[in-house]
């Protein structure tokens, strides 16, 4: 190809070999995603057909823009490529084999919103009492045993050693069972299923080995086992298989993903080859020095030297800041002086955070500011409540066994189908071996009921019974309007005519739109695709690059992006790190690696701020600095005290500490009982040694310390009774 002469030597090297596994070791902004499409393009100009190339990735949008750039290279033959996420391309299988496992095609995917329902469900109606695990824990629980290919028996037989571990194997048992039933599975099973329909279907399999010829994995250091058994099973003889990724990038550890699985590429292929990437066309060579001094804290990662012919660039600014609200208005004020000393737009700024509640500040001070921003990962458009209820209407209506989705719209809008009715209908459901759709049309047999219910839910079951009937002969645009028009929605929210009922109007027609979109783009689609289409959307799928926004978006949800500008708040021990995760050294490996992807997201500037004191837990809580910038290489960084002053009243209050003065005068009067204990203090411990004061909470009696000791990690002691001794 005369495009290969636009590749560095390592890209070109990368792109040209097809003699056996591959391994190519893409620091960041070193190139990765151009590779992977010339890869592909290559590929196809060297005789395998696209429709044989199986190409994984880890976002829509991510498939979606190398997609398009295959295509501006070689034209539409890229369309007949089999490239997307490992969920939506072993889905599209699923629908294809799905009768080999005894689901129908039609199956509803289940969000975590979805399947938490459906653990809380499963709890209430089994009486099962299970201390503090809420719902969501329970869920949290189970979807790791999936990741790690642990099925119920397994874990109650060699895992679950307690009462409620047991408890927590009947909930997964049971959970498995319903998601069956409802012909349904959550995103977990879209990779188990397919390994349990390749181990036990053997045909099958070698179809589907036969038909990919090439697969290629674009982030690798970020697979869990599933899909690292998936690929090792669809791998044909000739061992075709080319993986993409960054092991200094690998931040999903909390959710499964294993970066043993790129480490040990090597071992699993012992013919790969490896190729490293380590020319950076993104960042300065001031940032890259940064991100170099932080990552080589780390033990596990594979050697490279990232490096640039970019400028030196400009010094990180690291901020102190008094408080959150502080810090928020020293992040507006530091947007403003670059918008104007260098002439950039909103949209050239991200503001990164480790937890989503440090939003909540940011977004305070930029409406005060009157200043636009987006927030993604936030609540989705897609997880809004209202959207939500009329996606479960087409669920429903696809997938008439899908109870959840029947279960969230039998009261939207009111019907006057009271909890009690439910209950009741969901008991003569099970008795019989019924779903609950099929229980609506028996309902004058359910005689716990009384007649005004059992006649609304005639009429809903009347509704449902019409459209299921349209189905097929109106387009999905038609469709959804047909039934919004009938449910009268927009006019009840309309005549509401409050902020939130008129911004859940608005959302409904926003979907309208993006319904209408999807059918003038596929016109023959059917609903059962839209909804595969809709179900594993994410926000950063829906980022709209183009839109004059600041962005505001948690590390994880910036992983893949770029912004000429990136400032990274809250830069303090417990939130970055965040301290739960650092409970081992690989752990806080994870979290010096998250650090390493927020400076390397930043072109040209970044901006890194902490704050002294912060609302944290329904009181202040005083902060220390991140450890990770007593990390960072002193020559690449500089200290200021913020580019101005936030107004105050002429009352100060302990959370209002705007200069170094009053800080301390508030930090003295906060701590009364103990004036010698600090931030930072060194201390002894009778039982526990020597430690590290990281935070201190609360006055007189029920003031408590956060102390990292030596050889006892951290530990939360009430000061009373600590005895502590500063050394």
């Known amino acids: 190809m005369t495009l290969l002469k636009t590749l560095n030597l390592e890209q070109k090297q990368a792109v040209e070999y097809l003699e056996g596994p591959e391994m190519i070791v893409a620091g960041a902004g070193s190139g990765k995603t151009r590779v992977l499409t010339y890869k592909i393009a290559y590929l196809i100009e060297n005789g395998y057909e696209p429709s044989s190339i199986l190409a994984l990735t880890f976002t829509n949008k991510a498939a979606n823009e190398m997609k398009q750039r295959i295509r501006d290279l070689i034209g539409s033959s890229a369309d007949h490529l089999w490239m997307g996420t490992f969920h939506s391309l072993f889905a599209k299988i699923l629908?294809?084999?799905?009768?080999?496992?005894?689901?129908?095609?039609?199956?509803?995917?289940?969000?975590?919103?979805?399947?938490?329902?459906?653990?809380?469900?499963?709890?209430?109606?089994?009486?099962?009492?299970?201390e503090n695990l809420t719902a969501n824990s329970i869920h949290h629980r189970i979807s790791n045993l999936k990741n790690q290919m642990i099925y119920p028996d397994e874990f109650r037989q060699n895992q679950a050693s307690t009462i409620i571990?047991?408890?927590?194997?009947?909930?997964?048992?049971?959970?498995?069972?319903?998601?069956?039933?409802?012909?349904?599975?959550?995103?977990?099973?879209?990779?188990?299923?397919?390994?349990?329909?390749?181990?036990?279907?053997?045909?099958v399999l070698q179809k589907y080995k036969k038909k990919f010829s090439y697969i290629l994995v674009d982030e690798y250091q970020d697979t869990n086992r599933?899909?690292?058994?998936?690929?090792?099973?669809?791998?044909?003889?000739?061992?075709?298989?080319?993986?993409?990724?960054?092991?200094?990038?690998?931040?999903?550890?909390?959710?499964?993903?294993?970066?043993?699985?790129?480490?040990?590429?090597?071992?699993?292929?012992?013919?790969?080859?490896?190729?490293?990437?380590?020319?950076?066309?993104?960042?300065?060579?001031?940032?890259?020095?940064?991100?170099?001094?932080?990552?080589?804290?780390?033990?596990?990662?594979?050697?490279?030297?990232?490096?640039?012919?970019?400028?030196?660039?400009?010094?990180?600014?690291?901020?102190?800041?008094?408080?959150?609200?502080d810090e928020a208005f020293q992040i507006t004020k530091l947007i403003k002086e670059q918008i104007s000393s260098k002439k950039l737009l909103y949209k050239d700024f991200a503001i990164l955070y480790r937890i989503n509640s440090q939003s909540r500040a940011l977004e305070e001070a930029f409406r005060r500011e009157r200043m636009p921003y987006r927030i993604i990962g936030g609540v989705e458009f897609y997880k809004r409540k209202e959207v939500k209820d009329l996606i479960a209407y087409l669920r429903v209506l696809s997938n008439q066994n899908d109870e959840e989705s029947l279960l969230r719209i039998m009261n939207f809008p009111q019907r006057g189908i009271g909890n009690t009715s439910i209950t009741?209908?969901?008991?003569?459901?099970?008795k019989l071996n019924l779903s609950l759709f099929d229980t609506m049309g028996r309902i004058f047999e359910v005689i716990e009921v009384k007649e005004r219910i059992q006649k609304n839910v005639k009429a809903f079951k009347l509704l449902l019974d019409k459209y299921i009937g349209l189905k097929d002969q109106l387009s999905i645009?038609?469709?959804?309007?047909?039934?919004?028009?009938?449910?009268?929605?927009?006019?009840?929210y309309k005549e509401e005519n409050t902020q939130e009922s008129l911004a859940r109007y608005d959302n409904i027609q926003e979907l309208l739109n993006a319904v209408n979109d999807f059918s003038r783009v596929s016109p023959n689609a059917t609903i059962e695709q839209y909804l595969a289409d809709v179900s594993l959307i994410s926000g950063v799928d829906q980022m709209d690059s183009e839109k004059n926004t600041i962005t505001l978006m948690t590390v994880h949800s910036a992983k893949g992006l770029e912004f000429p500008v990136v400032i990274i708040s809250g830069l303090e021990e417990d939130i970055f790190p965040l301290a739960p995760k650092f409970n081992s050294d690989s752990r806080l490996e994870e979290e010096r690696r998250l650090f390493y992807v927020a400076l390397t997201r930043a072109q040209t500037k970044v901006f890194l701020t902490y704050a002294r004191s912060r609302y944290r837990f329904g009181e202040v809580a005083y902060q220390s600095k991140s450890r990770f910038i007593e990390e960072l290489d002193s020559s690449t960084y500089s200290e200021l005290n913020g580019p101005g002053s936030r107004k105050t009243g002429s009352r100060r209050t302990k959370r209002d500490?705007?200069?170094?003065?009053?800080?301390?005068?508030?930090?003295?009067?906060?701590?009364?009982?103990?004036?010698?204990?600090?931030?930072?203090?060194?201390?002894?411990?009778?039982?526990?040694?020597?430690?590290?004061?990281?935070?201190?909470?609360?006055?007189?009696?029920?003031?408590?310390?956060?102390?990292?000791?030596?050889?006892?990690?951290?530990?939360?002691?009430?000061?009373?009774?600590?005895?502590?001794?500063?050394?």
């Open 226 to 325: 599933a899909q690292y058994e998936l690929l090792k099973l669809l791998v044909s003889s000739k061992k075709n298989i080319c993986v993409v990724g960054d092991d200094a990038q690998s931040i999903y550890g909390w959710r499964g993903a294993d970066i043993r699985n790129m480490l040990d590429f090597e071992r699993d292929f012992p013919k790969a080859k490896t190729f490293r990437l380590e020319q950076n066309y993104r960042s300065t060579k001031v940032i890259l020095a940064a991100a170099d001094s932080i990552i080589k804290n780390n033990k596990d990662q594979i050697v490279k030297t990232l490096w640039t012919e970019n400028d030196n660039g400009e010094e990180i600014s690291l901020v102190r800041c008094s408080d959150e609200k």
């Open 477 to 492: 645009g038609e469709l959804i309007s047909a039934l919004i028009d009938e449910l009268g929605i927009l006019r009840i």
């Open 165 to 203: 571990e047991k408890k927590i194997a009947d909930i997964y048992e049971e959970y498995n069972k319903r998601l069956r039933e409802n012909n349904s599975m959550d995103f977990d099973d879209l990779l188990l299923k397919p390994i349990e329909l390749f181990i036990n279907k053997e045909k």
């Open 424 to 430: 009741r209908m969901i008991a003569f459901a099970r």
């Open 95 to 130: 629908r294809i084999e799905a009768d080999k496992i005894n689901y129908r095609s039609n199956f509803s995917i289940y969000d975590t919103e979805d399947s938490v329902s459906l653990v809380s469900s499963i709890v209430a109606e089994t009486n099962l009492m299970l």
């Open 657 to 727: 500490f705007f200069d170094e003065e009053f800080y301390q005068e508030g930090y003295d009067d906060f701590n009364q009982e103990q004036k010698s204990l600090r931030l930072g203090s060194k201390v002894q411990h009778e039982k526990f040694g020597v430690g590290k004061v990281l935070q201190i909470n609360g006055i007189g009696e029920m003031q408590r310390v956060t102390v990292n000791f030596d050889d006892f990690g951290t530990k939360q002691l009430l000061v009373k009774f600590a005895n502590l001794r500063v050394l």
